[in-house]
């Protein structure tokens, strides 16, 4: 595998040594000197490699901070199933949950996400972004889940699941769609030393969503993060009524569709912390 991937390198990365950065759901993450490689595990995971090709070009310069705007995409074989995209290596550090407690990096990642969503998503490259059905999407993820979670929920557990999925589909219907990330949580943004947004990484589930879905991931932030960044991200606007609720609904729906992901690529290994983050959701007092 890494001599497939080290040929497509520029030639100045071709004899560094690698480095793994990360192993997530959907791709394996190693840096060759200053390149990115991100090593698709699934078909869902190529298919959003081949979503940034398109898109990251037409972001960047839009949003005042750095875009890992891909220089090649390499095709599945025998050594790569999925194939890999392969991306510019971005100055800063991975923001962590502790970033919340500074003011700067959860006010600017709350600016971050209104510039993003104030973006005119009619614009962006033909195939480039997804469009997200909130609903259908729900009961997917559900019909997905719902094997595994009756053996591992309790009763009152499975109840709230029950009752809170009833719940968000009549209340996530009809709802303002903007240019969303798709995955905003901190992991996927990077800061300098002094705790200032320096970038945003992993566009290949952006869509046109909800913006609720985007700011349900940043509710990892620890306190007051994610209150700062709800300020930040409104501004002098007043929240919809109804922003709150939809945003714990997302935050479900963010964890039902983690754990259905991790039931149908068969990862066996992440599977015991995907259902540990649905009872999380489930026994949070709303």
Not at 34 to 46: E, N, P
Not at 161 to 181: F, I, K, P, Y
Not at 273 to 283: E, P, T
């Amino acid at each position: 595998m890494l001599d497939a991937i080290v040929r497509e390198l520029p030639a100045t990365d071709r004899g560094a040594s690698p480095e793994l950065l990360d192993v997530g759901f959907s791709s394996v993450v190693v840096a060759f000197g200053i390149s990115v490689i991100r090593v698709a595990r699934t078909r869902q995971a190529q298919e959003g490699h081949e979503r940034e090709m398109r898109l990251l070009p037409w972001l960047d310069g839009r949003l005042n901070i750095d875009l890992a705007v891909p220089h090649a995409l390499l095709a599945p074989g025998p050594a790569l199933p999925f194939g890999a995209i392969i991306q510019p290596r971005l100055r800063g550090r991975a923001m962590t949950a502790e970033d919340g407690r500074s003011r700067d990096s959860a006010q600017e990642f709350g600016g971050l996400l209104a510039s993003l969503h104030g973006l005119d998503h009619a614009a962006a490259p033909k195939g480039s972004i997804q469009y997200l059905n909130a609903v259908p999407y729900l009961h997917r993820v559900l019909r997905e889940t719902e094997s595994c979670l009756r053996t591992q929920l309790v009763l009152d557990e499975w109840t709230r699941l029950t009752t809170r999925s009833g719940d968000a589909e009549s209340l996530l219907l009809g709802q303002e769609q903007v240019l969303c990330h798709g995955d905003a949580w901190y992991g996927n943004v990077l800061v300098d030393d002094d705790g200032h947004i320096t970038a945003l990484l992993d566009f290949e589930d952006a869509c046109v969503a909800d913006p609720a879905l985007d700011l349900a991931a940043t509710t990892y932030l620890d306190p007051p993060g994610p209150k700062r960044l709800l300020d930040a991200y409104l501004g002098d606007r007043e929240p919809a009524p109804s922003l709150l609720v939809r945003v714990e609904a997302y935050l479900l729906l963010r964890e039902l569709a983690g754990l259905a992901y991790i039931l149908r690529n068969n990862i066996n290994e992440e599977l015991e912390d995907g259902i540990a983050k649905v009872r999380a959701v489930l026994n949070q007092v709303p």
